[in-house]
């Protein structure tokens, strides 16, 4: 069952990477400079504070009324924060009123709120069906 989870953890990790290089020819496990906005940068700590102090919905609630269409740094700051997110362990998700499947959703309304949908199915068609998860 474990194995399970750090299966899932791993493919939410690797589909929001291959995007993240494929749109912003940037790869997250390589110490690269980022190249955004300070205030974008901002934002993300206070996100990522947050989910580390259980307020992940609040944080996430924050995310979503921020996104601006055109705005790729919105996009990557959601993509990084998805990425975080999938990090944590299920008690602390579960102790916070959020799940794995949350994340997924999140990933997903993001990628389609900017236009790369299929791109996103092509990378998860078949991840998530052993989990019960929908893609």
Known sequence: MLEDKDYVMRMIH?????LIRLIFNRDIDKNE??????ETAELYRKLITMADAGEINEAENL???GLRE???TCFETALLFYEKLSGK?????AEHDYSRQE?????KYVV???GYGSLLEVFTEDIFAD???ET
């Open 70 to 72: 055109n705005d790729k």
């Open 33 to 38: 400079d980022m190249g955004i906005s300070l």
């Open 112 to 114: 389609n709120f900017y």
């Open 89 to 93: 362990d299920d008690e602390f998700l």
């Open 63 to 65: 995310l979503l009324d």
């Open 131 to 133: 989990e019960g998860m």
């Open 103 to 107: 994340i997924v959703d999140g990933v």
């Open 14 to 18: 690797e589909s929001i990477r291959m």
